[in-house]
């Protein structure tokens, strides 16, 4: 079992930064994969990024590409996203995800098996 807890959001101006926390409990955290989506108001829930287990792959959605990144601290249990230049459209919640079995479709919310509560993130414009 892994508990997942988002921190970091909050009201930002276009252009500026955040950098979200995921913080997991459980002692398997490093054999887990894991993922940030998010979901705007009216809308689906969308991918955003992915890291493997051992750090050394990462994915982002195109919309985010260049802009955010991904990463993982497993002495601290915590992933982070890191996100820079952001927009108004990137306003939404975040939820970071963990999956117990590395599958490759990363950017399927379905693949995952724990989800933390969100932070919402909201950028003005």
């Known amino acids: 079992q892994v508990q997942l807890v988002e921190s970091g959001g909050g009201l930002v101006q276009a252009g500026g930064s955040l950098r979200l926390s995921c913080a997991a409990s459980?002692?398997?955290?490093?054999?887990?994969?894991m993922g940030w989506f998010r979901q705007a108001p009216g809308k689906e829930r969308e991918f955003v990024a992915h890291i493997n287990w051992s750090g050394g792959s990462t994915h982002y959605a195109d919309a985010v590409k260049g802009r955010f990144t991904i990463s993982r601290d497993d002495a601290k249990k915590t992933v982070y996203l890191q996100m820079n230049s952001l927009k108004p459209e990137d306003t939404a919640v975040y939820y970071c995800a963990a999956d117990a079995f590395g599958r490759s479709n990363y950017d399927s919310d379905y693949v995952y098996n724990y989800w933390g509560q969100g932070t919402q993130v909201t950028v003005s414009s």
């Open positions: 459980g002692r398997t955290f490093s054999r887990y994969a």
